[in-house]
Each structure stands twice: as structure tokens, then as C-alpha cells.
């Protein structure tokens, strides 16, 4: 994803009926008291999304909005950008709200070029793309954990001077994550790159191909919704057509944002079932120039998506 943020657009909000939490560092005893009793309504379908643009600046506090969407009991929050506040947010709705799972969605950049702008992709499963060791030029070959080879940085040294084969920036190696399993010896942190979709959504995903009807006025494609694909995340604004190349080659990754990985991971860790869902507002880094903005056309089609889906979990009793 680009500098663009990620939106929730106001066709979802109009849909909520709205009773406001707010939950900070210091929770007042009245705060609790009202979670209590929302949470003797629930349990909700907990709806995590990142930035809507036209909601102000920073706030140290957040919003969960409490309501219904197609007669679902859900609690939204927005929980700003970038990987800590998008599993901040998280562990605050597992901790204090009764949810029987996480539905995460916003919009991203396409690293595939089957996925363009407009489409909506339900992620599979999710790798934080930014754990890496950066190391000097002269390290061995291949210190990556987790892809076949290193990022190196001199192999893209363009031109070289002719007594230059590389620069002093080195090389890349890969880790993966360090991750709690939710039913893990305490204390164990295991090494773990790819978080998962919860299998069975993404199985009841596969309903929403070719059915959900997404706008496509103005888009150089017909939109389309697909399912089952591999995401990148980092605190990474992704606009470099050569890394880009680099993630889709070495991670088998189509999409790239700044939460999945992070809300995945941390839904994951708390044995909440979880799903990701982003449109694609942009190519990371392979837009020509002067494309114009998809992203409120994208974050659009991207809630046709969640509200459909809402409606599969709802008839399948899974919310
Ligand atoms: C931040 O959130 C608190 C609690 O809801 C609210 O009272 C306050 O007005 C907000 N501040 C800003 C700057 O929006
Ligand atoms: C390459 O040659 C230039 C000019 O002769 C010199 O300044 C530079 O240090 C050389 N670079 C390397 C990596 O040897
Ligand atoms: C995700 O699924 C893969 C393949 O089934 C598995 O190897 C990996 O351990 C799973 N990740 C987590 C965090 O459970
Ligand atoms: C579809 O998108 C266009 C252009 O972005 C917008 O003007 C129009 O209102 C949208 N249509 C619907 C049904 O949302
Ligand atoms: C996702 O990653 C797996 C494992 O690398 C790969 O087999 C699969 O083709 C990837 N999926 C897509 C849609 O690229
Ligand atoms: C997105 O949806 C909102 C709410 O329905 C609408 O006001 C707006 O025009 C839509 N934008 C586009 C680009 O379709």
C-alpha cells in the first residue's frame, strides 16, 4: 500500500447503531461498567479496520463502536496505522469485549498482476515482510530463514562504475516472526512466518466470488473479489516496482498493507478466529504515472465485501 490509508467508508458506519466505548491507558470505573453490560449482550463479531480520512487526527483513545450490521451484533474499532496499533487494537477488543471473532479489512497494494485496482482479496494467510537481519556485503550467501535467497541490495546497483561490483548496503536475510501459540508451553515463543485466516472462513469465502456486486464505474478493469491469497505486511509504504518484484517472487505474496499480519498474528496468539480483507487501491509501486486515486472506489467495494461476508458468517452460524 501506497500513502494511502485505508478506509471503512461511511456505507458501513451508516449501518451501525452507534454506542460508543472509548478504552485508553487509564480506564475509568464507569468505562468498565459499560463494557460489562455490552458484553452481556454479546457475543459480537469484532470489525477492525485502520484510518477513515475524514475522522480527525490523532487521539490516544479509541473508539469501539457498538451495533449491528445486517442484523449481526458487531463491534467496530479503527485502529489507526502500522503494525503495533493494529495489534493494540486487537488485544484490546480479545481483552475487554466478548467477540467470537475478528474481521479485519481496509485496502492494500496488488504486488500480482492478476489483482488490480478495484479488486478485493481475502487473505489467507498474512507474513510480516520486515523481520530481517540487514547484513554486510562480504556475509555468506543466504541467511534468510524464511525465502530462497537474501535481498541483495548491490544486485541492484544500476549502473555500476566499472570497478564496482557492489555497494556497501549489503544484504537482507529474512527471519520470520517470534510467535505465542495460543496453546503453547508458557513462556515458549516459537519462530513462525506465515499467520493464518481462520481455514474455515476463508472456505466460506470462496461464496462471495462473482456475487458480490462491485462498482466498477471508472476502473481500467472489472472489479473482482478473489479469495485465498498470500499478504505481505510491514510498517513499509510500498512504492519500489524492483522490491515489489522481489516480495512476489521470493514470499509468493500478492498483497501488501500495514495491519494484517500484525491483527492475524495477534488474533492467532489469543485463539480468536480471524480473516483479512483488502481491496487493492494500488499497484505498489507498478502504477503509471498519473494514475488516479481508486481508493474511495476500492474501500467502497472492499465493504460490499465485508457485508456480504458478514451475511455468509451470520448463515453459517459462525456469527
Ligand atoms: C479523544 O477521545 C476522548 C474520549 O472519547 C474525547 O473526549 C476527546 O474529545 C477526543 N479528543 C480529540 C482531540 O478528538
Ligand atoms: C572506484 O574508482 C574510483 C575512482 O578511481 C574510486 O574513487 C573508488 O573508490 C573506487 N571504488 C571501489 C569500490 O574500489
Ligand atoms: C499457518 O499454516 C501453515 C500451513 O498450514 C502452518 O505451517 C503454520 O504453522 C500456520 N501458522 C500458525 C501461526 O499457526
Ligand atoms: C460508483 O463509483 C462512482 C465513481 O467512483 C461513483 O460516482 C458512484 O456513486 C458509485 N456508485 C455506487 C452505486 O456506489
Ligand atoms: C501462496 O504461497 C504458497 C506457498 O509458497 C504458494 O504455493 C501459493 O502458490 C501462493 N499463492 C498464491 C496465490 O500465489
Ligand atoms: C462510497 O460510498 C459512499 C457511501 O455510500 C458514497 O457517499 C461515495 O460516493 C462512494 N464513493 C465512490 C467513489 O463510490
Redesign the pocket.
Known amino acids: 500500500m501506497g500513502a494511502k490509508q485505508v478506509s471503512s467508508?461511511?456505507?458501513l458506519l451508516?449501518l451501525i447503531s452507534i454506542l460508543v466505548v472509548s478504552v485508553s491507558a487509564k480506564i475509568r470505573d464507569s468505562t468498565l461498567k459499560k463494557i460489562k453490560e455490552i458484553n452481556s449482550n454479546g457475543p459480537y463479531l469484532g470489525l477492525l479496520t485502520v484510518y477513515p480520512p475524514e475522522e480527525a487526527a490523532f487521539n490516544a483513545s479509541r473508539r469501539f463502536r457498538v451495533g449491528t450490521v445486517n442484523d449481526v451484533k458487531v463491534i467496530y474499532v479503527r485502529c489507526g496505522v502500522g503494525m503495533v496499533n493494529a495489534a493494540a487494537a486487537t488485544q484490546q477488543l480479545a481483552d475487554f469485549f466478548n467477540v467470537r471473532g475478528i474481521v479485519h479489512f481496509g485496502i492494500a497494494g496488488s504486488l500480482d498482476p492478476t489483482i488490480s485496482y478495484g479488486d478485493v482479496a481475502v487473505i489467507k494467510r498474512v507474513a510480516n515482510t520486515a523481520v530481517y537481519d540487514m547484513l554486510n556485503p562480504n556475509a555468506q550467501t543466504t541467511h534468510s530463514h524464511v525465502t530462497k535467497d537474501d535481498l541483495i541490495i548491490g544486485e541492484y546497483h544500476q549502473p555500476k562504475a566499472e570497478n564496482e561490483s557492489s555497494n556497501r548496503l549489503g544484504r537482507v536475510a529474512f527471519r520470520g516472526e517470534r510467535f505465542f501459540p495460543p496453546k503453547g508451553e508458557p513462556n515458549v515463543d516459537i519462530s513462525e512466518t506465515w499467520f493464518n485466516s481462520t481455514k474455515k472462513w476463508v472456505d466460506l469465502a470462496f461464496q462471495l466470488v462473482d456475487k458480490v456486486e462491485l462498482?466498477e464505474?471508472?476502473l481500467p478493469q472489472k472489479p473482482k473479489v478473489v479469495v485465498g491469497v498470500n499478504g505481505s505486511t510491514a510498517d513499509i509504504s510500498l512504492e519500489n516496482l524492483a522490491y515489489r518484484t522481489f516480495l512476489y517472487d521470493e514470499f509468493k505474496v500478492s498483497v501488501h498493507d500495514a495491519e494484517s499480519s500484525a491483527v492475524v498474528m495477534t488474533s492467532s496468539s489469543n485463539g480468536y478466529k480471524v480473516i483479512a480483507i483488502r481491496g487493492l487501491s494500488d499497484l505498489s509501486g507498478a502504477d503509471k504515472a498519473g494514475t488516479p486515486s481508486y481508493r474511495?472506489?476500492t474501500?467502497?467495494n472492499t465493504?460490499a465485501v465485508l457485508r456480504d461476508f458478514i451475511q455468509i458468517l451470520h448463515e453459517n452460524n459462525e456469527a
Open positions: 467508508s461511511l456505507v451508516a462498482n464505474t471508472g474511495d472506489i474501500a467502497n465493504v
